[in-house]
């Protein structure tokens, strides 16, 4: 009965989330999970709060029927995720923020990103013949950054919110402390990750039963521990998490698992407010999160390769359209793995990487009727650049929009599920496995299969290389239209692209746009990865073209997404994970 208990509350998951979602497709759609179900958006003039979690979506809607705007709103929320959705809300990771403040019309990005205790060294996760030891980089206490979470919601709330802290943090502590009933989602992980997470002590008393067992649905679920540290940093802002007694409990935790995280990093841990990386595709723009995120960077120059090919044309999801995207891929993420990295430790091409003529000359080499094979296919900017004249998998993501205009775009993490499994005994929360984004060694592969080089390797206080790309796009007048991001590890890059060319090349709605069947290409391994909803003969032509077609399906992302249609706000909850929801604020 235990081995089945999975299947069976993913089953009824499903059946219930088919009758109860929020928000689908819109009715032109054609789901690829069920070609006859028509459903709507989300629809407010209010606002809306669409997060993975709906809980804490509820949490950022009464946040704006408070009268806080989009920023409190998302700050609210990301707390809240902390408490309800264990394995990637959080308080131990980090993560990219995209804001539009509509009365300066100005786009900003706060990184707010882990960042390398100053004991860590470029071949810390080596073994001694020299090879990458991926338990140590993934599972063990070395493997966390500074965390980067609590700096980066209280910076983004400080500069830009209207609320307190107290105000923001107040639904969080009350949903620790009071405790909430578990939702199918969270039991069905709790269960699946039982085995990595109670093999620590603080682990299993904070998420198991005192007899061992996985809480199960309809269960009051309660944190006390985790209530008392959203109380300090509620008190004592900043200085109540990376410094006094929160701080004492990481170090404590640190010392007694063989981490590397010292007072000292904590102290100093930075926010960093940057640039956006911003593009022009068609008729709208675009602007994205700049490094240390490759996904901006790398969205911008597909799109920009895409250009020089009628899309719409070739039908969406054709395989000549497949094809072309491929084969976009392919070239970008082959440029990621040389040229990406912290732009305060190595320079990053970004000028370059996201310039038109740039993409034209990679276009050019796409064949319309050949896929290429990745192993010929190189990081190509160097070349292009000496002929020019010189020029200057867990994760979750949220996004907020309030009535006067103003939008967040939130993605934040702790690299895989649940971290490194390792919780701060005395605190109530799980620390992060993000060490191993660096690149433990030149060209070898991180978790997400990722291949890196020298820009993105390990040294002390250096943040490591992301593919989050929390997203806001703009019509041709510079007014937001879309406020996107999604999950997915390597694959986040990808499903934004598609998010983009669904709605702007083919005119879906943004619940259509969610729910159409979505694949990935990343260069290595060579092979296109792909969601249920293809046709066999699409697969066969593209395999007669020369690629490889993954012949396991598999989900890809969860994109939680806001757009503007006419004077309303629709919002589409990604179904892909089971609790989802969209939801607006009250009249």
């Known amino acids: 009965m235990q081995v089945l208990r999975p299947l069976f509350v993913t089953l009824l998951s499903g059946i219930l989330l088919s009758l109860i979602s929020i928000s689908v497709l819109s009715e032109s759609a054609v789901s690829h999970l069920d070609k006859n179900a028509r459903f709507h958006p989300v629809i ?176 009051l679920f309660t944190q006390p521990d985790l209530s008392f540290t959203l109380k300090r940093i509620a008190e004592q802002g900043r200085l109540g998490f990376y410094q006094g007694k929160t701080a004492d409990l990481i170090v404590a935790q640190m010392q007694r698992s063989g981490g590397l995280i010292s007072a000292k990093d904590l102290a100093n841990y930075k926010v960093v407010e940057r640039q956006p990386v911003c593009g022009i595709y068609r008729q709208i723009s675009l602007c994205a999160m700049p490094p240390p995120s490759s996904g901006g960077i790398h969205l911008v120059q597909m799109l920009n390769i895409l250009e020089n090919f009628d899309l719409k044309s070739m039908g969406h999801n054709s395989a000549a359209y497949i094809h072309h995207l491929a084969e976009a891929m392919r070239s970008a993420y082959a440029d990621r793995s040389l040229y990406l990295g912290d732009p305060d430790f190595t320079p990053v091409p970004i000028n370059q990487l996201t310039n038109k003529a740039y993409a034209k000359t990679l276009s050019k080499q796409i064949n319309p009727k050949k896929g290429r094979l990745s192993k010929q296919v190189y990081p190509g900017l160097d070349q292009w650049v000496a002929s020019q004249p010189e020029e200057s998998e867990e994760t979750t993501h949220y996004s907020t929009w309030d009535k006067q205009g103003n939008v967040v775009s939130n993605t934040y993490t702790l690299n895989f599920a649940y971290g490194n499994g390792i919780a701060v005994q005395g605190a109530g929360f799980l620390l992060n496995n993000e060490m191993d984004d660096f690149s433990a060694k030149p060209g070898s592969a991180n978790g997400y299969g990722l291949i890196g080089g020298t820009a993105n390797a390990i040294q002390a206080k250096k943040r490591p290389l992301s593919s989050m790309t929390p997203t806001i796009v703009f019509d041709g007048t510079g ?63 593209l395999e007669s073209m020369g690629h490889k077609v993954s012949s396991k399906t598999r989900v890809l992302g969860s994109t939680q997404s806001i757009s503007v249609k006419g004077n309303f706000l629709e919002a589409s909850a990604d179904n892909r994970r089971d609790g989802a929801a969209a939801v607006p604020p009250n009249q």
């Open 479 to 541: 007014k937001p239209i879309i406020a996107t991001g999604s999950p997915g590890g390597s694959t986040i890059i990808t499903i934004i692209l598609q998010m983009i060319l669904n709605t702007s090349d083919f005119n879906m709605g943004i619940a259509e746009a969610t729910a159409a069947p979505r694949f990935h290409h990343q260069w290595l391994p060579d092979m296109i990865f792909r969601e249920s909803g293809f046709s066999k003969d699409t697969i066969r032509l």
């Open 44 to 219: 407010s003039q209010l606002g809306m709060v669409v997060s993975q979690e709906a809980i804490a979506s509820q949490v950022g809607a009464e946040i704006l029927e408070a009268g806080g705007n989009a920023i409190d709103a998302a700050v609210a929320t990301g707390f809240a995720l902390a408490v309800t959705l264990p394995r990637a809300g959080n308080l131990g990771g980090g993560g990219f923020m995209m804001v539009y403040l509509a009365k300066e019309n100005k786009t900003i990005a706060i990184d707010y990103r882990e960042m390398a205790p100053h004991l860590s060294d470029r071949d810390m996760f080596l073994d001694k013949e020299g090879n990458v030891d991926n338990e140590k980089a993934r599972f063990s206490a070395q493997s966390s950054g500074v965390p980067g979470t609590v700096a980066g919601l209280l910076y983004a709330l400080d500069k830009y919110g209207t609320m307190s802290v107290k105000e923001v943090l107040k639904p969080a502590i009350r949903l620790a402390s009071n405790g909430f009933k578990v939702n199918y989602d969270l039991s069905d992980s709790l269960y699946s990750s039982k085995q990595r997470l109670q093999k620590h002590k603080a682990s299993k008393s904070y998420f198991y039963k005192p007899d061992g067992s996985h809480y199960l649905p309809g269960e």
